[in-house]
């Protein structure tokens, strides 16, 4: 079983829809919980993060994280065509010295239709 | 200002070539990530340097060489390189405990 499992698409959704990405994990020790967007030849951005159980709201995006059940979602209200793009998910763990490791799912490529 | 700057954007090399990638980052981040990105598949972490010291070296081959001159730089030095190493390397920076910061990456291609 891998750390973290992220089904990699594609999504295909109607401009305007919620979209509802998910992860499962593994590993208890994770402590971090990111989300990053990245766009066809750029870098990662990072999108949303948490270090807790429960739901963070940021505009139109909700993360969602339960550690009793390993999931991690991501729920996008009102998608625009400029979501449209590549989404990781990345749970961490603290590897000492002030630094930490994430552990990337594969990324689900989300196209929203005009 | 979360800016994670890398040069060059691309590069193409030979394989008996020796080139660097450069990465800087003035946000005050002590630790610094190296990442290999190939093509439709997530980040794979390769070097962690932390207070510009080498913490964590996932097995990588010794033709990558990573170095820290300071707290704001970090630097790949390539060297007899192979096409499969061919991809997008990504250079990321974190403040202690806090989320990592990612570059635009340098697309390299090996001939």
């Known amino acids: 079983q891998k750390e973290v499992e992220q089904d990699p698409g594609p999504l295909s959704v109607p401009e305007g829809a919620i979209v509802s990405l998910n992860c499962t994990y593994s590993n208890s020790a994770f402590q971090y919980f990111m989300w990053y967007r990245q766009y066809s030849r750029k870098g990662p951005e990072l999108l949303m993060y948490t270090y807790s159980s429960g739901n963070k709201e940021d505009g139109r995006f909700t993360a969602q994280v339960d550690k009793s059940s390993k999931y991690i979602s991501l729920f996008i209200r009102d998608s625009q065509p400029s979501d449209s793009a590549t989404y990781l998910c990345a749970p961490g763990v603290d590897s000492g010295a002030g630094s930490y490791q994430l552990t990337f799912g594969k990324g689900t490529k989300l196209s929203v239709i005009p | ?111």
């Open chain 2, 1 to 111: 200002d979360t800016e994670v700057t890398q040069t060059p954007k691309h590069l193409v090399m030979g394989m008996t070539n020796k080139k660097s990638l450069k990465c800087e980052q003035h946000m005050g981040h002590r630790a610094m990530y190296w990442y290999k990105q190939k093509a439709k598949k997530p980040p794979e972490l390769m070097f962690v340097y932390s207070y510009e010291k080498l913490s964590i070296n996932e097995s990588v081959p010794s033709r990558f060489s990573p170095e820290c001159p300071n707290s704001s730089l970090l630097n790949l030095h390539l060297h007899a390189l192979q096409p499969e190493d061919s991809a997008l390397y990504l250079c990321a920076s974190s403040a202690v405990g806090q989320t990592q910061y990612f570059g635009p990456g340098t697309r390299l291609l090996v001939l």
